[in-house]
């Protein structure tokens, strides 16, 4: 306790010197929070896109799932989606099972011909499974139990193909045995999908009706996939578990998959959260690299009084002990009030949100604890570890030295 309040007695001592730390530190810190409130923001933006508008929070599909779902749908068919649906509706904490097909081929309108790549999805379950699955729609209308035949086009795809809402077009795609197969359906709305341009350039939503199941896919009431949506998100690890367990004492070849093994999440969240790491490591250096010259300065000026204090008794450790308690001082005055001056700006543009064209939403920034305890515990580890440097010189003098330096 003596210790420190001598500690804080020299950093009022020279207030102009522990100011300019102060603040230097602040700011560097309240950057480091917006930062990683900004990477949380998009984090948590992509979490709901994902979980709410693509794949809900687990989807089931066969283990062989990515080998055939184009090329031989027959080998990886729910044919009894119903009962596997029931089974897991069963599991704590799964409200919903709606099942879907992934489908692709080719789309026509007049003389214009290209490729499709899309989901048909069962609309009695579609808007509480994914209840955002429209929430990006340009023009025109939701898909409708009323209007089967309806489809929603991706944006890029709709100008590839001169179409507009209520034109006609001609899907040539495969049933599950590998015929070949048409269907017409018609434009019931547009979107967008801006955080992928391939997937847009190709995007097609329909319902898992005649026209689809029955006409283009001859699916006989079979499905690919099973969406599910929780009661929370926490429950995930909880039910893929549980999952595993069924399919494993059935012997059934269906897989469980998370929303966060999505890769566009994994993409875009990987990118944001390295370029946050990147900015948050600059500032830390540069806290530390301007603390630790204010500090060099600071601690020579006093070198007389150094000297003074070893010529009285105190040890080497003790003189270490009093300089590092005032740079933590510094360090943990400036990133109190950096913290403090992040979270603001955080809190507000939370309340506004930061539009950013790569995902096609706004951003509303925030902070989880992991995030804050980063923001202020690095640059205030930073600013001791700096201050090594100065004091080791100042403290190396013999004490007749640094009595008679001037």
Not at 139 to 151: F, I, M, Y
């Amino acid at each position: 306790m003596y210790f420190l309040q001598i500690a804080w007695s020299n950093v009022l001592r020279n207030r102009r010197r522990s100011l300019s730390m102060f603040v230097v530190a602040a700011l560097g810190v309240s950057m480091i929070v917006f930062t990683n409130g900004f990477t949380d923001g998009i984090s948590a933006n992509m979490s709901s896109s994902i979980i709410n508008q693509i794949d809900g929070h687990i989807r089931i599909q066969h283990k062989d799932y990515k080998k055939y779902y184009i090329t031989d749908q027959e080998k990886v068919l729910l044919a009894d989606w119903q009962g596997v649906s029931q089974a897991v509706t069963k599991i704590a904490h799964v409200q919903r099972a709606m099942p879907r097909v992934m489908m692709g081929g080719l789309i026509s309108h007049d003389d214009k011909t290209t490729t499709f790549f899309g989901a048909a999805s069962d609309l009695a379950q579609l808007p509480a499974v994914l209840p955002d699955y429209a929430i990006n729609l340009v023009t025109g209308k939701p898909l409708s139990a009323d209007d089967p035949g309806g489809v929603l086009l991706g944006t890029s795809l709709a100008k590839s193909l001169s179409v507009k809402v209520g034109d006609e077009l001609v899907l040539l795609s495969k049933t599950v045995r590998g015929e070949q197969s048409n269907t017409l359906v018609h434009v019931r709305g547009i979107v967008n999908y801006p955080t992928d341009d391939k997937v847009e350039q190709s995007l097609l939503l329909s319902a898992l009706d005649k026209p689809i199941a029955d006409d283009l896919l001859e699916l006989n009431a079979g499905a690919t996939q099973l969406v599910l949506r929780l009661d929370d998100e926490a429950h995930v690890p909880e039910v893929m578990a549980a999952l595993d367990a069924l399919f494993a004492a059935r012997g059934l070849p269906w897989k469980a998959i998370a929303w966060n093994e999505n890769p566009v999440y994994a993409r875009v969240v990987g990118m944001f959260t390295g370029i946050g790491v990147l900015i948050t490591f600059v500032l830390v250096v540069m806290v530390g690299v301007i603390t630790s010259n204010a500090l060099l300065m600071a601690f020579f000026e006093r070198i007389r009084e150094i000297g003074t204090m070893r010529a009285v008794g105190m040890d080497t450790w003790q003189v270490h002990a009093l300089l590092y308690i005032e740079s933590s001082i510094v360090g943990v005055l400036g990133a109190s009030g950096g913290l403090v001056l992040g979270t603001g700006l955080t809190a507000l543009a939370g309340g506004t949100g930061i539009p950013l064209d790569l995902i096609g939403q706004s951003v509303y920034p925030q902070l989880g604890l992991a995030s804050v305890l980063v923001s202020t515990l690095c640059p205030i580890a930073c600013i001791v570890v700096a201050a090594t440097m100065p004091i080791r010189s100042a403290t190396r003098m013999s004490v007749t030295d640094a009595l008679n330096y001037q």
